[in-house]
Nanobody
Framework: QVQLVESGGGLVQAGGSLRLSCAASGRTFNTYAMGWFRQAPGKEREFVAAISWGAGKLNYADSVKGRFTISRDNAKNTVYLQMNSLKPEDTADYYC???????????????WGQGTRVTVSS
């Protein structure tokens, strides 16, 4: 069992940066791939980024490539999402998830956090 708690969301102007954190409980954190997803109002949840258990494999959605960076610290049971050059269209609730591999689909992940809201003003 893994419990995930996101933090770091907030209101930022376009062009600004935020760093999201996802703290995980459980001693098996370093055996899971971790993903970040987001869901804007009225839209389906979409893939943002994923990282393998050893951080050797990274995967990004085309919409965030070059602007967002996913990383993890297994000693701290935490995964991060550094978001730079934010755009109004990045506004959404952001969720972290744990699963067996770096998938881009929600169904591939077993555990989810409650989400943190990111609002980017123009």
């Amino acid at each position: 069992q893994v419990q995930l708690v996101e933090s770091g969301g907030g209101l930022v102007q376009a062009g600004g940066s935020l760093r999201l954190s996802c703290a995980a409980s459980g001693r098996t954190f370093n055996t899971y791939a971790m993903g970040w997803f987001r869901q804007a109002p009225g839209k389906e949840r979409e893939f943002v980024a994923a990282i393998s258990w050893g951080a050797g494999k990274l995967n990004y959605a085309d919409s965030v490539k070059g602007r967002f960076t996913i990383s993890r610290d297994n000693a701290k049971n935490t995964v991060y999402l550094q978001m730079n050059s934010l755009k109004p269209e990045d506004t959404a609730d952001y969720y972290c998830a744990a699963g067996p591999y770096t998938a881009t689909t929600t169904a591939a992940y077993d555990y989810w956090g409650q989400g943190t809201r990111v609002t980017v003003s123009s």
